[in-house]
């Protein structure tokens, strides 16, 4: 039996170009829209990070300012964004920078308006991310 383009809807036709076998989809989920993103692999800044923020942290003297506000933003997004991390010696010497350094980054950052520190004695200090409206230039 050959199709005439006259009767392709036919039953006929249609019964004989049916698949079988073919799985019932009612009930099926469908398929989701996006395809997921893969997992980018290591470690990284998770943004944004607003650039006056950075540029403020960036202008203060000597190296360990940056370093220590860059560790702070990494910590913060480990935290799942989280305004408050805890700033460890560990995490700052992984960019260089001593304990000692730390405590002088700090107060700079402190006193640019970037940060609040809560410090307790023999605890690493708590910082507080300061939005850019609370900061100052």
Do not use: C
């Not at 392709?8 to 249609?14: F, H, I, T, V």
């Not at 940060?115 to 023999?122: A, C, E, T």
Request: aromatic letters at 2%; charged letters at 20%.
């Amino acid at each position: 039996m050959s199709l005439h383009p006259g009767d392709l809807l036919s039953p006929a036709n249609l019964s004989r170009l049916r698949l079988t076998g073919t799985p019932d989809l009612d009930g099926a989920q469908p398929p989701p829209t996006r395809p997921q993103r893969p997992r980018v692999p290591g470690q990284f800044l998770k943004g944004p990070i607003p650039l006056d923020w950075l540029s403020a942290a960036a202008r203060l003297p000597g190296k360990a300012p940056l370093a220590v506000a860059l560790a702070i933003r990494f910590e913060s997004g480990r935290r799942g964004d989280a305004e408050s991390v805890k700033v460890t010696n560990p995490l700052v010497a992984r960019l260089g920078v001593s304990r000692k350094s730390k405590y002088a980054a700090l107060s700079a950052l402190e006193g640019a308006g970037l940060i609040r520190v809560s410090r307790q004695p023999k605890k690493s200090a708590v910082v507080t991310i300061l939005s850019n409206q609370q900061s100052h230039p």
